[in-house]
């Protein structure tokens, strides 16, 4: 069942699941999977590529952009606006190919909403003591800092109900193939392949 | 996600799909996938294992479970019954294990209306001239006889809009993988891990 438009996946989860990791490990061991390219308001940093990295833009053109309805989901960091391109998105998916979003919960809700054939995975930790051993890892935050952001992350989980799958990253190769076999068997699912069975009912290609 | 209840497949797909085939391939490279043992009121051939291939009943005591409700569905083929009995699949499914059911469209929707949490895959031919050459090949039977079964081959894909995969058998090795895949996927849904989530947010094992 080649030649077919390919999938959105939309992956969200708590800091410290280690998102980012299981994702570049996925890309890499699944070809026609890509990351969305976001339009942003941000400076371009060193060595960054239009088109690549970002499409840079500035505030009146983002400002432009979200009138018009161009943004699957958009939000603001610091003063920088970020926001994932509907109509780049499209072309990719038109070419075959599967895009996967990383966003936080509430950009993931509004997705879903905008294309509802989005597939929503949640990353999640093994464990509860997990999600403060990597916040413990990566911050010289204070102790108090600390367990406000661990009792944040256990709040975001309580999220992973609007999800359609949840991916367990106690193992970053195992996290990644949970994450193949989820695009693989969405792509067997019946309602994707409505064209598929009417050929071999009625006949045509 | 170990020790976890087992999941309920069901396989079906019109004669000259090669469903076994791949189911075979499937069971063979899945190892927590297991067989659902029918009960049946045919004799034992030379060789076949009570408990291993069949158990073997009389007909009254096919009709005393019938009437218990001991059947996720059943059939007659020719003077034989033949069923699939739920107190032996929930055993295999509470120990772990997952239970594939090789069964026709009307067995399907019957097990699907008793056990909802039924994975329902339907494996079909990748073009409509597989399901006529692979007939064809298979017996020696008229030019007419083979339309016919050609035919009712091609009405019974109608039915794969009530499942939710469809497994292409063009190649054994990709569709076995393809169910594997699925399977897999189906272990991540939120909705098979409630006990799991609800344990990251509020403690507990």
């Known amino acids: 069942m080649q030649n077919k438009r390919g999938l959105l996946i939309v992956v969200s989860g708590p800091s410290g699941a280690g998102k980012g990791t299981v994702l570049a490990h996925t890309i890499v061991n699944y070809p026609t999977l890509r990351y969305s390219v976001s339009v942003t308001t941000r400076k371009p940093r060193e060595g960054e590529v ?35 391109p ?42 509860r003591e997990t999600i403060e051993e990597r916040l413990r890892g990566r911050s010289t935050e204070s102790e108090e800092q600390l367990k406000i952001r661990t009792a944040s992350a256990i709040e975001e989980i309580k999220q992973a109900v609007f999800y359609d799958y949840i991916v367990v990253n106690e193992d970053v190769a195992r996290g990644a193939a ?27 290609n």
């Open 50 to 84: 239009e088109g690549v990295n970002y499409y840079f833009k500035t505030l009146e053109e983002f400002e432009e952009l979200l009138s018009r309805g161009e943004f699957l989901e958009h939000q603001k960091v610091y003063d920088n606006y970020y926001g994932t």
């Open 86 to 127: 509907l109509s780049k998105v499209k072309q990719q998916l038109d070419e075959g190919f599967d895009v996967v979003l990383e966003i936080d919960v509430k950009g993931a809700l509004e997705v879903k909403n905008k294309y509802p054939d989005a597939v929503m995975i949640f990353i999640s930790p093994a464990k």
């Open 178 to 204: 949970d994450i193949i076999a989820i695009i693989e068997a969405e792509k067997c699912k019946v309602k994707n392949n409505k064209k598929f069975i009417d050929n071999l009912i009625y006949g045509g």
